[in-house]
């Protein structure tokens, strides 16, 4: 079975530093992978996605991810994160089964930024 | 365009009553997808609709029902609520589905079981 493991719960870090948030995948067959970002009180929306082609994918307001088949991981990065970063971040993986495209999303982290 | 569009925003109900929620997808979607969001639980999915099907279904009891109209416009129902069921419930609009398209969320419609 499909599955996406986010680590950490609740990322704290400082305005401008850099931020890196983890998520890890298990799957027995090939996968596209994405990530959504929900600010309070609001629905979710796509920052990226990964679908093939490069490894290294970038998003919307300056975020990036990086594809590793090896480590089964599709971790999302920022070098250098606003105030207005401050939401949970939800890492989904997409399979094919059953006809079509099914996903199943992790638990989210909550990214708290500290000015 | 317009988004995706929920209501109610909010809803309070007792334990016992049932409620009908309803999510206006964006024009020309044929994918609504259904989602239950609580606390340390992430997105639980309940179901997907496709073209008036429901193609794909969680692990939800069957209180938990839903439809898709003719216009893609979609209604979840939830019958003798339980306290359990207070969340925030997200519709997600996409062509196709979510899980090789960018899928479009509502804002939500949260529903508080007392």
């Known amino acids: 079975a499909q599955s996406v493991t986010q680590l950490d719960s609740q990322v704290p870090v400082f305005e401008e530093a850099p931020v890196e948030l983890r998520c890890n995948y298990s799957s027995s067959v090939s996968v596209y992978l994405f990530w959504y970002v929900q600010y309070p009180n609001q629905g979710l929306q796509l920052l990226l996605k990964y679908l093939s082609g490069s490894t290294l994918v970038k998003g919307i307001n300056g975020f990036e991810a990086e594809f590793n088949k090896s480590q089964t991981s599709f971790h999302l990065r920022k070098p250098s994160v606003h105030i207005s970063d401050t939401a949970e971040y939800f890492c989904?993986?997409?399979?094919?089964?059953?006809?079509?495209?099914?996903?199943?999303f992790g638990i989210g982290t909550k990214l708290q930024v500290i000015p | 365009k317009a988004g995706v569009t929920q209501t109610p925003r909010y809803l309070i109900k007792t334990r016992g009553q049932q409620v009908t929620l309803s999510c206006s997808p964006i024009?020309?979607?044929?994918?609504v997808s259904w989602y239950q969001q609580t606390p340390g639980q992430g997105l639980q999915f309940l179901f997907e609709?496709?073209?008036?099907?429901?193609?794909n279904k969680g692990n939800f009891p069957g209180r938990f029902s839903g439809r898709q109209f003719s216009n893609s416009r979609s209604e979840m129902n939830v019958s003798t609520l339980e306290l359990g069921d207070s969340a925030l419930y997200l519709c997600?609009?996409?062509?196709?589905?979510?899980?090789?398209?960018?899928?479009?969320f509502g804002q939500g419609t949260r529903l508080t079981v007392v």
């Open positions: 024009s020309g979607h044929r994918s």
């Open positions: 609709y496709f073209s008036e099907t429901q193609r």
């Open positions: 989904a993986v997409s399979f094919y089964s059953g006809g079509y495209q099914k996903v199943t």
């Open positions: 997600a609009s996409s062509l196709k589905g979510l899980g090789n398209t960018e899928a479009f």
